[in-house]
Protein backbone atom coordinates (compact mmCIF):
# COMPACT_ATOMS: atom_id res chain seq x y z
CA UNK A 1 0.00 0.00 0.00
CA UNK A 2 1.36 3.73 -0.58
CA UNK A 3 1.80 5.59 2.47
CA UNK A 4 4.01 8.27 3.48
CA UNK A 5 5.10 8.96 6.90
CA UNK A 6 6.63 11.78 8.27
CA UNK A 7 8.45 12.79 11.34
CA UNK A 8 8.83 13.97 13.92
CA UNK A 9 4.84 14.47 14.52
CA UNK A 10 5.78 17.83 16.08
CA UNK A 11 8.80 19.77 16.97
CA UNK A 12 10.21 22.70 19.14
CA UNK A 13 13.19 24.52 18.69
CA UNK A 14 14.59 27.96 19.41
CA UNK A 15 14.78 30.79 17.12
CA UNK A 16 18.34 31.08 15.16
CA UNK A 17 18.58 26.85 15.32
CA UNK A 18 18.26 24.63 12.40
CA UNK A 19 15.89 21.79 12.19
CA UNK A 20 15.09 18.54 9.91
CA UNK A 21 11.97 16.93 9.25
CA UNK A 22 11.85 14.14 7.86
CA UNK A 23 9.59 12.21 5.42
CA UNK A 24 9.64 7.86 4.41
CA UNK A 25 7.58 6.68 1.63
CA UNK A 26 6.65 3.50 0.39
CA UNK A 27 4.67 4.72 -3.17
CA UNK A 28 6.22 2.79 -6.18
CA UNK A 29 6.56 3.61 -8.70
CA UNK A 30 7.84 7.07 -7.88
CA UNK A 31 7.06 10.39 -10.09
CA UNK A 32 7.51 13.29 -7.96
CA UNK A 33 7.79 14.72 -3.85
CA UNK A 34 6.79 18.25 -3.05
CA UNK A 35 7.08 19.96 0.67
CA UNK A 36 4.87 22.48 1.90
CA UNK A 37 4.23 24.85 4.58
CA UNK A 38 0.89 25.39 6.07
CA UNK A 39 0.31 28.19 8.29
CA UNK A 40 -2.76 27.43 10.44
CA UNK A 41 -6.02 27.68 9.28
CA UNK A 42 -4.16 29.29 5.82
CA UNK A 43 -3.59 27.28 1.95
CA UNK A 44 -0.32 25.49 1.67
CA UNK A 45 2.16 27.13 0.11
CA UNK A 46 4.76 25.11 -2.14
CA UNK A 47 8.06 25.05 -1.14
CA UNK A 48 9.97 22.78 -3.44
CA UNK A 49 9.10 20.11 -6.16
CA UNK A 50 11.06 17.44 -6.99
CA UNK A 51 11.33 14.79 -9.47
CA UNK A 52 12.85 11.47 -9.02
CA UNK A 53 16.59 12.40 -10.55
CA UNK A 54 17.06 15.42 -8.30
CA UNK A 55 18.26 14.90 -5.08
CA UNK A 56 18.64 18.47 -3.40
CA UNK A 57 16.24 21.58 -4.05
CA UNK A 58 16.29 24.93 -2.26
CA UNK A 59 14.17 27.79 -1.52
CA UNK A 60 15.72 30.55 0.26
CA UNK A 61 17.10 28.70 3.78
CA UNK A 62 14.52 25.53 3.28
CA UNK A 63 17.19 22.52 1.18
CA UNK A 64 15.27 19.53 0.70
CA UNK A 65 16.72 16.32 -0.58
CA UNK A 66 15.66 13.09 -1.69
CA UNK A 67 17.09 9.40 -2.00
CA UNK A 68 15.07 7.70 -4.58
CA UNK A 69 16.99 4.42 -3.18
CA UNK A 70 15.72 4.59 0.05
CA UNK A 71 12.65 5.98 -0.37
CA UNK A 72 13.59 9.21 2.13
CA UNK A 73 13.56 12.74 1.89
CA UNK A 74 14.05 15.53 3.95
CA UNK A 75 13.27 19.49 4.70
CA UNK A 76 16.39 21.35 6.42
CA UNK A 77 15.65 24.45 7.96
CA UNK A 78 18.55 27.06 8.21
CA UNK A 79 18.04 29.55 11.01
CA UNK A 80 14.84 29.17 12.08
CA UNK A 81 12.53 32.25 12.45
CA UNK A 82 9.23 32.43 14.38
CA UNK A 83 7.63 32.65 11.11
CA UNK A 84 8.69 29.24 10.31
CA UNK A 85 6.30 27.86 12.60
CA UNK A 86 4.16 25.82 10.83
CA UNK A 87 2.86 22.50 9.68
CA UNK A 88 5.12 21.17 6.44
CA UNK A 89 3.61 18.35 4.50
CA UNK A 90 5.49 15.94 2.34
CA UNK A 91 3.33 15.32 -0.90
CA UNK A 92 4.45 11.86 -2.70
CA UNK A 93 2.88 11.16 -6.04
CA UNK A 94 2.64 8.37 -8.46
CA UNK A 95 3.47 8.94 -12.49
CA UNK A 96 -0.19 9.43 -13.75
CA UNK A 97 -1.53 12.61 -12.43
CA UNK A 98 -2.92 14.67 -9.43
CA UNK A 99 -5.28 11.37 -8.97
CA UNK A 100 -2.23 9.17 -7.62
CA UNK A 101 -1.07 12.14 -4.82
CA UNK A 102 -0.31 10.49 -1.45
CA UNK A 103 -0.40 12.82 1.75
CA UNK A 104 1.43 12.68 4.91
CA UNK A 105 0.13 13.89 7.70
CA UNK A 106 2.64 16.44 8.37
CA UNK A 107 4.86 18.17 10.65
CA UNK A 108 3.90 20.82 13.31
CA UNK A 109 6.86 22.72 14.08
CA UNK A 110 6.92 25.91 16.81
CA UNK A 111 9.96 28.11 16.55
CA UNK A 112 10.46 29.68 19.82
CA UNK A 113 11.89 33.15 20.71
CA UNK B 1 -1.34 37.01 -1.37
CA UNK B 2 -1.51 33.80 -3.95
CA UNK B 3 -3.52 35.36 -6.21
CA UNK B 4 -6.33 33.04 -5.75
CA UNK B 5 -9.28 33.91 -4.43
CA UNK B 6 -12.28 32.03 -2.59
CA UNK B 7 -14.91 32.90 -1.64
CA UNK B 8 -17.29 32.53 1.23
CA UNK B 9 -14.30 32.47 3.32
CA UNK B 10 -16.78 30.78 6.22
CA UNK B 11 -19.74 28.97 5.40
CA UNK B 12 -22.35 27.44 8.21
CA UNK B 13 -25.21 24.98 6.51
CA UNK B 14 -27.37 22.34 8.08
CA UNK B 15 -27.32 18.80 7.05
CA UNK B 16 -28.94 17.46 3.77
CA UNK B 17 -28.23 21.08 2.52
CA UNK B 18 -26.27 22.06 -1.23
CA UNK B 19 -24.26 24.75 -1.02
CA UNK B 20 -21.55 26.40 -3.82
CA UNK B 21 -18.02 27.08 -3.37
CA UNK B 22 -16.16 29.82 -5.46
CA UNK B 23 -12.65 30.07 -6.86
CA UNK B 24 -11.25 32.99 -9.08
CA UNK B 25 -7.57 31.49 -10.16
CA UNK B 26 -4.10 33.59 -10.67
CA UNK B 27 -4.81 35.61 -13.75
CA UNK B 28 -3.28 33.59 -16.46
CA UNK B 29 -3.49 30.20 -14.63
CA UNK B 30 -5.71 27.29 -16.96
CA UNK B 31 -5.65 24.40 -13.98
CA UNK B 32 -7.45 24.40 -10.97
CA UNK B 33 -7.60 21.73 -8.44
CA UNK B 34 -9.80 21.35 -5.41
CA UNK B 35 -8.75 20.28 -2.00
CA UNK B 36 -10.33 19.15 1.20
CA UNK B 37 -8.62 19.34 4.57
CA UNK B 38 -10.38 18.39 7.90
CA UNK B 39 -8.68 17.33 11.05
CA UNK B 40 -9.07 13.38 11.35
CA UNK B 41 -8.03 12.88 7.26
CA UNK B 42 -5.47 15.41 6.39
CA UNK B 43 -5.11 17.11 3.12
CA UNK B 44 -7.08 15.00 0.26
CA UNK B 45 -7.14 16.31 -3.64
CA UNK B 46 -10.54 16.37 -5.29
CA UNK B 47 -10.35 17.59 -8.60
CA UNK B 48 -8.57 19.14 -11.50
CA UNK B 49 -9.59 20.63 -14.16
CA UNK B 50 -7.73 22.36 -17.08
CA UNK B 51 -9.19 25.33 -19.54
CA UNK B 52 -12.93 24.08 -18.63
CA UNK B 53 -12.14 20.29 -19.28
CA UNK B 54 -11.72 17.67 -16.22
CA UNK B 55 -8.23 16.13 -16.27
CA UNK B 56 -8.09 14.64 -12.85
CA UNK B 57 -10.57 12.67 -10.30
CA UNK B 58 -9.01 11.93 -6.77
CA UNK B 59 -11.18 11.20 -3.84
CA UNK B 60 -14.43 12.96 -4.67
CA UNK B 61 -17.71 11.60 -3.25
CA UNK B 62 -20.64 11.54 -5.88
CA UNK B 63 -22.49 14.27 -3.98
CA UNK B 64 -19.92 16.63 -5.26
CA UNK B 65 -18.99 18.38 -8.56
CA UNK B 66 -17.17 20.64 -9.64
CA UNK B 67 -16.98 22.85 -12.69
CA UNK B 68 -14.83 24.98 -14.74
CA UNK B 69 -16.15 28.17 -16.62
CA UNK B 70 -14.82 29.34 -19.65
CA UNK B 71 -13.66 32.77 -17.57
CA UNK B 72 -11.44 29.74 -15.70
CA UNK B 73 -13.15 30.52 -12.11
CA UNK B 74 -14.37 27.39 -10.48
CA UNK B 75 -17.08 25.98 -8.46
CA UNK B 76 -17.35 23.00 -6.24
CA UNK B 77 -21.12 22.62 -5.56
CA UNK B 78 -21.49 20.19 -2.27
CA UNK B 79 -25.35 18.47 -2.06
CA UNK B 80 -26.71 16.36 0.54
CA UNK B 81 -24.06 17.60 3.30
CA UNK B 82 -23.62 15.85 6.34
CA UNK B 83 -21.73 15.96 9.47
CA UNK B 84 -18.48 14.63 7.89
CA UNK B 85 -18.22 17.36 4.95
CA UNK B 86 -17.24 19.42 8.02
CA UNK B 87 -13.78 20.89 6.71
CA UNK B 88 -11.26 23.57 5.27
CA UNK B 89 -12.19 23.28 1.10
CA UNK B 90 -8.85 24.66 -0.74
CA UNK B 91 -8.53 25.52 -4.06
CA UNK B 92 -5.26 25.54 -6.29
CA UNK B 93 -4.63 27.07 -9.87
CA UNK B 94 -1.11 26.44 -11.61
CA UNK B 95 0.06 27.60 -15.30
CA UNK B 96 -0.73 24.96 -16.94
CA UNK B 97 -1.24 20.76 -16.44
CA UNK B 98 1.98 20.00 -15.76
CA UNK B 99 2.73 17.70 -13.44
CA UNK B 100 5.62 19.51 -11.89
CA UNK B 101 3.89 22.90 -12.15
CA UNK B 102 4.01 24.98 -8.84
CA UNK B 103 0.33 25.00 -7.49
CA UNK B 104 -1.07 28.71 -5.64
CA UNK B 105 -3.27 27.67 -2.66
CA UNK B 106 -5.52 30.19 -1.91
CA UNK B 107 -7.00 30.72 1.25
CA UNK B 108 -9.77 28.18 1.14
CA UNK B 109 -13.45 28.29 3.00
CA UNK B 110 -14.48 26.77 6.35
CA UNK B 111 -17.43 24.77 5.75
CA UNK B 112 -19.13 23.90 8.86
CA UNK B 113 -22.52 21.46 8.97
CA UNK B 114 -24.54 21.64 11.80
Known amino acids: KNQVEQSPQSLIILEGKNCTLQ??????????LRWYKQDTGRGPVSLTIMTFSENTKSNGRYTATLDADTKQSSLHITASQLSDSASYIC????????????FGAGTRLAVHP | DSGVTQTPKHLITATGQRVTLRCSPRSGDLSVYWYQQSLDQGLQFLIQ???????AKGNILERFSAQQFPDLHSELNLSSLELGDSALYFC?????????????FGPGTRLTVL
Open chain 2, 92 to 104: ASSATSGFTDTQY
Open chain 1, 91 to 102: VVSAPGGYNKLI
Open chain 1, 23 to 32: CNYTVSPFSN
Open chain 2, 49 to 55: YYNGEER
